[in-house]
Every structure is written in C-alpha cells, then in structure tokens.
C-alpha cells in the first residue's frame, strides 16, 4: 500500500483561482496533520488496549478509523472535484469531512474548515471597481455647453504573481462565476457553457 493512495497531490493544477490554490493548500495541510494524528490514534488504542482501559483504546481506534476514512474521502470527493473544477461539489464535500475531521482531533478540523471558509471566496461576487463621479450643480440655463468627457475607467493591474499565467475565461449565463474556458459546464451551477 502506497502513501499516495491515501493522500493528495500537494499542487492542483495551474488554473486555479487563487483563492482555490490557497483554500487546496489549507485542506492538504489538514490532510496531512489527520494522517498524523490518525497514526497517533491508532497506536494509542493498542496501547491503552494492552494495558486495560478499554473505553480509550475503542475511542482512538474509532478515531482512527474516522481518520482513515477521512482521507479516503478528502482524496475522491475533495481534492478530485477541486483539481477538475466543480468547485460547489468540493465546498460541500469539503463541509461534511470537515465536520468528520474534528472527530479525528480538532487540529485537523479546524485547519480544514479555514479552508473550506477560503474556498468560499471563489463564490463571491467579484465587482469592478468604478471612478467616483462628480455630480454638476443645476445652474440657469446657458448657452449650450458640451458635457465634461472623463477618462475610462483603468483597469486595475494584475499582482506580479499572476502575470504570468494567462487562462481564457468564460463567464456564466446563469450566476455571473468566471471560470475557465476549457472547462464545459460552470464549476457553482453547473449551467452548459455558451
């Protein structure tokens, strides 16, 4: 049995929303500490076992189990959905594992629902930001002047970090959610792309 059968890659792919990215990043690392603290688990229920207290030792070995069953999960129902763009079906999952994981321990819980709460900004909307305007005071009338021009609106500029990645996106008929061009169908909604 190979360790990979049970966790993730630690890198989704390249196109994802920095919000994903980091909120994939944060679930890995609670990943990480459920496989850890499901070993520590394991071990103290043979343990406590061995030397009599059995109420403990069935506690960590249902802990244990809870954490082998957890990343099993995360792996299918999680990490898959994230790396191939259902984004709605990874928060949900995301929600009932990070439940489970406070099972396994808190830490690990709790490291999965700041990403979970992180994963949430992809479902935000997303607002241009506007130049203030100003508002001209009624005066009597004159002789026909031409309206002010003002400058269009610049665009804000990119952070250096994603400058250098350029993915096409579309954005959704239905819930207005930009997502990549490649992908058929919207990652919230799942509404066929035009």
């Known amino acids: 049995m190979d360790l990979n059968d049970f966790l993730a890659s630690e890198n989704g792919p390249p196109w994802l929303p920095a919000s994903v990215a980091e909120a994939r990043k944060l679930v890995y690392i609670g990943q990480l ?10 071990l103290a229920g043979v343990i406590s076992i061995i ?24 792996k299918d129902q999680v990490f898959a ?28 819980g ?6 979970f709460l992180k994963l949430q900004d992809i479902f935000q909307p997303q607002y241009q930001q506007y130049q203030a305007q100003q508002y001209q005071v009624a005066q009597e009338p004159q002789a026909q002047q031409a309206p002010p021009v003002q400058p269009a609106p610049q665009p804000a500029p990119a952070p250096a970090e994603h400058q250098d990645k350029k993915v096409e996106m579309a954005k959704c008929r239905k819930c207005g959610v930009n997502f990549p061009a490649f992908m058929h169908n919207c990652p919230n909604c799942n509404e066929p792309r035009h």
């Open 81 to 108: 959905n994230l790396d191939q763009g259902r984004f709605k079906q990874a928060s949900d999952s995301l929600l009932i594992w990070t439940i489970v994981g406070f099972f396994v321990y808190v830490i690990p």
């Open 110 to 115: 709790l490291i999965m629902l700041f990403g």
């Open 51 to 74: 030397v009599g207290n059995l109420s403990g030792g069935i506690y960590s070995l249902i802990a244990a189990g809870l954490g082998i069953v957890l990343l099993l999960m995360l």
């Open 33 to 42: 500490f459920a496989l850890i603290f499901t070993l520590i688990a394991l």
